[in-house]
T-cell receptor, first 112, second 115 residues
Framework: GENVEQHPSTLSVQEGDSAVIKCTYS??????FPWYKQELGKRPQLIID?????GEKKDQRIAVTLNKTAKHFSLHITETQPEDSAVYFC???????????FGSGTRLLVRP | DAGITQSPRHKVTETGTPVTLRCHQT?????MYWYRQDPGHGLRLIHY???????DKGEVSDGYSVSRSKTEDFLLTLESATSSQTSVYFC??????????????FGSGTRLTVV
């Protein structure tokens, strides 16, 4: 089955700097790659997603890139702010069940 | 909030007892999922449903069963709770066929402690 690996497990950046989180997936048939943000004690929430027919997608300060050949995708956050501090999860899915397989998460700390 | 609720929010139970968690949605979404969240493991899929009475196993289904008798309700049962099932359980819904949106909406979670 699908396996998603996520790195790093923790990331600390200075406010205003950029943050990059990387994920690799094992199943070349995977075609949907979302990113979720989870604040402490809250539910995960979708922040951006990309499908396999697109190489890059941006939404204000966040962007996701996908390299299908290498089977990896990345989340980029520019001009980080303290409110970006949270745990971020990548995920992958394929086929008609739409079930997501998640990475193990990255705890991002943005230092003021 | 977001048309999906989980109950109970918190539960403490004893080893060996059966436990049922409920997920209720008002979005008429076809797909429903149960995940557990543990430190260092992210979110792991337990079971999912793609319609009434249609369910399938996920990555970590041993010791769990599910039922979906109505579109709006998806029940997760721990047949005989063990300490290893202490976790936070999240329900999620989606319906790409309805909205074209593949993303999940998660419930608020149930924190289960097995003592």
């Amino acid at each position: 089955g699908e396996n998603v690996e996520q790195h790093p497990s923790t990331l600390s950046v200075q406010e205003g700097d950029s943050a990059v989180i990387k994920c690799t997936y094992s199943d070349s048939a995977s075609n949907y790659f979302p990113w979720y943000k989870q604040e402490l004690g809250k539910r995960p929430q979708l922040i951006i997603d990309i499908r396999s027919n697109v190489g890059e997608k941006k939404d204000q300060r966040i962007a996701v890139t996908l390299n299908k050949t290498a089977k990896h995708f990345s989340l980029h956050i520019t001009e980080t702010q303290p409110e970006d501090s949270a745990v971020y999860f990548c995920a992958a899915s394929k086929g008609s069940s739409y079930k997501l397989i998640f990475g193990s998460g990255t705890r991002l700390l943005v230092r003021p | 909030d977001a048309g999906i609720t989980q109950s109970p929010r918190h539960k403490v139970t004893e080893t060996g007892t059966p436990v049922t968690l409920r997920c209720h949605q008002t979005e008429n979404h076809r797909y429903m999922y149960w995940y557990r969240q543990d430190p260092g493991h992210g979110l792991r899929l337990i079971h999912y449903s793609y319609g009434v009475k249609d369910t399938d196993k996920g990555e970590v289904s041993d010791g769990y069963s599910v039922s979906r008798s109505k579109t709006e309700d998806f029940l997760l049962t721990l047949e005989s709770a063990t300490s290893s099932q202490t976790s936070v359980y999240f329900c999620a819904i989606s319906d790409p066929t309805q909205s074209g949106n593949y993303g999940y909406t998660f419930g608020s979670g149930t924190r289960l402690t097995v003592v």
